[in-house]
């Protein structure tokens, strides 16, 4: 065949128009074989793809899902050569360098079609999906021929059938339970994609009964294979906005449904968000921790546009360990700030500020927490609505704190958004309590699933009362082995002033240097041994007075032991030692 007509663009002020004939004409020669598939280079440049619009070609490189966002609506997927694609500002420091990274990223990406312009009607299955057999975000395409276009202002694969006749390598499948952490307690953080008891009104999730059974099934299969003792909760409904009689509805209706799966007693901290119709939650199992004080939800003007944290403090049921666990969610990036906003390219986007400002207010309300508590293990977990390198985690980090998922799954991610992986979900430890900590894991069940598997995709037939896309967040697990509580104790109870008594102490790391204080006076330091034991002989200060002393141990972790001395009168004192000499 002959074609013959007049080369123009359409339309002709898109940088990526479509090269197409004017006046065209063709005339039939014969048959012949299709020529071979030109090599599209990947990453590749918009000349380079300009040069073979309209050709049968071959991408040089495998091809990974990034993005499913349009495969709901016209049937179409983000590829990305060099796996998947990451939010810029997860992979370098907002700016130039996240900059650079959105320009290579651009480089790297390309759309798979579906060969069709026109929107999908509401519930079809979307192509490339079956009910238990999802794309899912880095997989990888294994192309049938594909006809280079461009259109709708990206680069484009069109199949050169007409149909979808893509298949996928189920490279990232799923898993039944999330990757193994160690130790010998579990904490998991769990976004619940607004979880609401009540309908209508303010209520931002299911719309009826149906729906709820529908969401609450998916969520509690998400929960019970955490396998977790100890579970932070995020976009909860707040019951004590929406129904003030019962201000622990939605969180009291979600784990009487966890309980009639598993079988085990969950209880709630009885804290909440002070304005918003969601809130933090933290749950736990009463047979493996139990809570020490009350909860406390930290309220302050800078927390007015996000969600108050959450803090409960527990003590292990068997050994008696104590932690403080602290549940997160600051402002969104959704929507703008008077102040602090950055969306260009390479920025930290919508109110970068006002989650700097609360983290600031984080980091010292934990440090209040430590305090009061007198233990210094805690923990920061939740939606910090911020990738790797943006300004709140910097905050949390200088604090002291140190980034769990950097440290033990660099490579794992919780969110989905604009076609790159990142994590907006994070968990910080204090120093005493990171060195306890033996694994974390992002356990991949929904951020990477389209949601034509939620529950209200509308897409029926893929629908299935398991733990895939209940959420669009990815739930976080982490594995603790927690040190036994260090103790003190001293020789002497009642000492005479300046005479040397033996300090000892157990349950600090092996190594640690330990300092010994009487009365808050400075005594002595030592290390701990292999078995974290210690032990040194200080003489009592002389200038204390009478009445009960603090004896107080403190490791370099900032694990404590306190016992106490009793100091007599000095004119008791007196009588004593001549009472000692006389025999």
Wanted: net charge negative.
């Amino acid at each position: 065949m002959t074609v013959t007509g007049t080369a123009t663009e359409f339309p002709a002020a898109d940088p990526l128009s479509v090269t197409q004939l004017a006046d065209a004409a063709y005339a039939v020669c014969g048959t012949a074989e299709l020529p071979a598939p030109a090599t599209l280079p990947m990453p590749s440049t918009d000349a380079e793809r300009e040069a073979l619009e309209g050709m049968l070609v071959a991408p040089a490189d495998d091809l990974t899902v990034s993005e499913l966002f349009d495969l709901t609506s016209f049937g179409e997927v983000l590829l990305s050569s060099g796996g998947r694609l990451l939010s810029p500002t997860q992979a370098a420091e907002p700016g130039a360098a996240a900059a650079a990274v959105a320009a290579e990223n651009t480089t790297r990406s390309i759309t798979l079609d579906d060969g069709s312009s026109a929107r999908l009607a509401q519930g079809t299955v979307p192509p490339y999906l079956a009910p238990g057999d999802p794309v899912r975000i880095g997989d990888t395409a294994q192309l049938g021929p594909v006809v280079l276009g461009a259109g709708f202002g990206s680069w484009r694969l069109q199949p050169a059938a007409g149909a979808p006749d893509t298949t996928f390598a189920p490279t990232n499948p799923r898993t039944p339970a999330p990757a193994p952490v160690g130790g010998d307690l579990r904490v998991a953080d769990y976004n619940v994609l607004n979880y609401f008891v009540t309908f209508g009104g303010e209520s931002r999730g299911a719309t009826s009964p149906a729906e709820l059974a529908q969401q609450q099934a998916k969520i509690v299969a998400g929960l019970q294979a955490l396998d977790a003792d100890v579970i932070t909760l995020h976009e909860i409904e707040n019951s004590a906005v929406t129904t003030p009689a019962t201000p622990y509805a939605a969180v009291e209706t979600l784990i009487a449904a966890l309980e009639a799966v598993d079988g085990r007693d969950w209880d709630y901290a009885r804290a909440h968000e002070d304005g918003d119709v969601i809130t933090n939650a933290v749950i736990h199992r009463t047979d493996v921790v139990t809570p020490v004080g009350d909860p406390v939800a930290y309220t302050s003007p800078t927390f007015d546009n996000a969600r108050s944290p959450i803090a409960q403090t527990f003590a292990t049921v068997e050994g008696g360990e104590v932690f403080t666990v602290v549940a997160n969610h600051l402002k969104s990036k959704g929507s703008a700030c008077a102040t602090g906003n950055d969306t260009s390219v390479g920025g930290p986007g919508n109110c970068n500020a006002d989650r700097t400002a609360q983290a600031t207010e984080l980091v010292a309300f934990a440090q209040q927490l430590a305090a009061s508590t007198g233990d210094p293990d805690v923990l920061l977990t939740g939606d910090f609505n911020s990738y790797r390198y943006e300004d709140p985690l910097d905050v949390v980090r200088d604090a002291g704190y140190t980034e769990l998922g950097e440290s033990f799954a660099p490579d794992e991610y919780s969110y989905v958004f604009d076609g790159g992986s990142g994590s907006l979900d994070h968990v910080f430890a204090t120093a005493s309590l990171a060195s306890q900590v033996t694994g974390l894991t992002v356990w991949e069940t929904n951020a990477v699933e389209s949601f034509a598997y939620e529950y209200d995709s509308g897409v029926d037939p893929l629908y299935a009362a398991d733990p895939y896309r209940a959420s669009d967040h990815n739930p976080t697990v982490i594995g603790l082995s927690l040190d036994t509580p260090a103790t003190a104790a001293v020789s002497e109870p009642r000492p005479f002033r300046g005479d040397r008594v033996t300090v000892s102490g157990t349950g600090f790391a092996p190594g640690e240097r330990v300092s010994v204080t009487i009365g808050g006076r400075q005594v002595g330091t030592a290390t701990a041994d292999d078995t974290g034991a210690v032990s040194l002989r200080p003489r009592v200060p002389v200038l204390l007075g009478a009445g009960d002393q603090a004896v107080v141990l403190t490791g370099t972790s900032g694990d404590t032991a306190t016992t106490s001395i009793t100091l007599r009168t000095l004119w008791q004192e007196l009588l004593d030692r001549l009472r000692q000499l006389i025999g």
